[in-house]
């Protein structure tokens, strides 16, 4: 790549659509056991990381995805204590965890080291958190971590995974919502990025389906803007065990003691908002 | 153009970002004497009409867009009758709103007829309203139309235009929002599309301040999710004359008679919140 600004593009082809970024240089590379990942640098959008030539994030856009993966979560649980992440090797949403105080140990586990020393590199400030004496960094198999999880330990399960294709394609899989509802303890959420709410219906609606399958009390979707990923806009899907309702704590969130950039409860309380073609597709 | 796939790409350089569509050939196009229009048509988002190089709407996302341009503002007057829109020549703003039976009347002045005729052909859908008696279409400088507009004659403003460049700058003036004030009775309302929440901050800052400098009495920003545009993600912007509440008819849009597939009451509620990195920069 010349010094010139060129373009890093995107084709997603299921959805006939692209998303570029115009770059000015390549930062890094690296073949690991399970993926290519490339970072560059930016014209506008600060550092972009790319996995298998699919967007992973961008300096810039990242906060909408992070907030949205982790605040909803928490604040719709009474009082979470136990977290596991599975995926988040760029460490953005476990920074996002740990805003929470009452929050008492997380457990990160991502498939490929390589995400997060290169997330250490070049997206510094979302590893910040890294070192927190609550945090703790496993790289390993997520779908055999949460099948060998000590039932009713965990009170909430975030899983930040790349598609449903190569790696992470056992994370949509009904075994493994089985193994997270058994780790979850009563009340507990598990919350999973589900795709594009205007190209990956069906996604959601299977994901859906396999979470009350496997005993989840209820379902919610919550979209959001995600410029950098296939449409420009993204969702969350929450499951809950024992409970159907997704009332969230909001005095709390409207008092929160830390900063976000997208998210408030004013919208938390959006979020839960369903458009009317999902509502005709997912009966919410 | 070959029969084969190839990609339509919109590379907006002010945000360093593109966006692209997979078509398989180019339907039509005209040279106006005011822009360069190109229809193609695509794998996976119908049709698609480009306008100076910019996509301007496709079959498949402008629901989004049309709704959100005239429900808010229609269920945030108390009784709309009169209604002008600026620009909005593909006319599917125009069909949304007319779905509201109380509305009287609909003047539509968009500067240029070759848009409604290459809208009329390729996405006769958004036209399907365009005979109904209480719609005029008329093609002139929508500039012109507000500024000899009778005083206190209309109730509603909307002004579904292009970006603030060539034939649509003067949209974005302090004159213009003058005459628009002048023009709208008490309670009237304006509501204009306001580009990227998160590309155009300065934009949407600049209007906002222009349309208080004409006189209104409150503005407010309701961002929304928009595949085709830059970043994905687009917002409108009400300004109210004489009102300073956004509160709106909820019940009127809770037991609408129509149909609508982004817009219900709860996505109006949604639109209303502002995210956290908007209310700093806006004081929202």
């Known amino acids: 790549m010349s010094e010139e600004a060129s373009w890093f593009t995107e084709a997603h082809l299921p959805s006939g659509s692209s998303i570029g970024f115009r770059v000015t240089r390549k930062l ?25 030539g699919c967007v992973m994030l961008t300096s810039r856009d990242n906060f909408l995805y992070h907030e949205m993966m982790s605040h909803p979560a928490l604040y719709t649980h009474t009082a979470p204590k136990k977290v596991v992440i599975i995926g988040g090797g760029d460490c953005g ?11 008492e ?5 991502d498939i490929d080291e ?14 910040e ?29 975030i899983v930040d995974s790349t598609d449903p294709v190569g790696p992470a394609e056992g994370l949509f899989g009904a075994k493994f919502y089985e193994s997270c509802i058994r780790a979850l303890r009563p009340g507990g959420i598990l919350v999973q990025q589900s795709e594009s709410p205007l190209a990956h219906l069906d996604l959601i609606r299977t994901m859906r389906s396999y979470m009350r399958g496997a005993g989840f009390a209820a ?27 997704f009332e ?12 976000t950039r997208y998210y408030n409860a004013a919208i938390h309380r959006a979020a839960l908002a369903t458009p009317e073609f999902m509502r005709s597709a997912l009966g919410d």
Chains 1, 2 share one sequence.
């Open 219 to 245: 379902t919610r979707t919550l979209p959001f803007p995600q410029p950098c990923y296939p449409t420009g806009w993204w969702s969350c899907t929450l499951a809950r065990k024992g409970v159907t309702s």
């Open 28 to 52: 890094d590379e690296v073949r690991t056991p399970f993926q290519h990942i490339e970072v560059y640098e930016t014209t506008d959008w600060g550092n972009l990381m790319v996995i298998d």
């Open 105 to 109: 140990g997380v457990v990160q586990c």
């Open 114 to 127: 390589q995400v997060t020393r290169l997330a250490e590199r070049h997206f510094p400030e979302l590893c």
């Open 248 to 259: 969230f704590r909001e005095r709390g969130a409207e008092t929160k003691q830390f900063p």
């Open 129 to 157: 958190s890294n070192g927190d004496p609550r945090a703790t960094l496993m790289f390993d198999d997520g779908v055999a971590l949460m099948a060998g999880m000590a039932p009713e330990s965990v009170d909430l399960v």
């Open 93 to 103: 949403t476990l920074r996002e965890v740990l805003k929470h105080r009452e929050v």
